[in-house]
């Protein structure tokens, strides 16, 4: 069964860019069947995806973090990143990486979510 | 970019009901809609994926029905354990999209 963690600095300072990497154990980062994606959730409000990657380095963003979001992949590591430059305080979050199984279209194994907090 | 709208945000409800959670798309999304049932301080957890089907170790008093434009969610008897938020979420041309989630509490 898939595991992801997310990792990465829990303060960052406004204007400055927010990144993060999440680490897939328990199946292969290069598996035809799923992308990998980033999911945002500030304190007290819904969910939001932020985007996603194929093991081939195919990317899909949200449009409307679009020009500030870069999802990377470095399979040798079975990691894939996350850049969100521009920070302000409104991309306080806590922020999970998960399994996008291609098929279903699902979300279906998520890391336990790291809370970024963007202050200076 | 789809929107997805669901209704009612907050239900009350008892242990032993019957309760229907609604989500409208912006257009139609065909059967590309799944439900996340999230606890407080936890990854959401996937319940149903294209609309009607229940995901691997669901419980079977967790339903979905609908395509197009609007689908729901149905438990057809609450648990203690079910009094959570749920999201619903679309899928189209790689972009996915969640509801504002319903917080279903305790009455």
């Known amino acids: 069964q898939l595991q992801l963690q997310e990792s990465g600095p829990g303060l960052v300072k406004p204007s400055e860019t927010l990144s993060l990497t999440c680490t897939v154990s328990?199946?292969?980062?290069?598996?035809?069947?799923?992308?990998w994606g980033w999911i945002r959730q500030p304190p007290g409000k819904g969910l939001e995806w932020i985007g996603s990657?194929?093991?081939?380095?195919?990317?899909y963003y949200n449009p409307s973090l679009k020009s500030r979001v870069t999802i990377s992949v470095d399979t040798s590591k079975s990691q894939f990143s996350l850049k969100l430059s521009s920070v302000t305080a409104a991309d306080t979050a806590v922020y999970y990486c998960a399994s996008q199984e291609y098929s279903f279209a699902i979300l279906d194994y998520w890391g336990q979510g790291t809370p970024v907090t963007v202050s200076s | 970019e789809i929107q997805m709208t669901q209704s009612p945000s907050t239900l009350s409800a008892s242990v032993g009901d019957r309760v229907t959670i609604t989500c409208r798309a912006s257009q139609s999304i065909s059967s590309w809609l799944a439900w996340y049932q999230q606890k407080p301080g936890k990854a959401p957890k996937v319940l149903i994926y294209?609309?009607?089907s229940l995901q691997s170790g669901v419980p079977s008093r967790f339903s979905g029905s609908g395509s197009g434009t609007e689908f729901t969610l149905t438990i057809s008897s609450l648990q203690p354990d079910d009094f959570a938020t749920y999201y619903c979420q679309q899928y189209d041309s790689f972009l996915f999209t969640f509801g504002q989630g319903t917080k279903l509490e305790i009455k």
């Open positions: 990657i194929y093991y081939s380095g195919s990317t």
């Open positions: 328990g199946g292969s980062i290069s598996s035809r069947s799923y992308y």
């Open positions: 294209k609309a009607s």
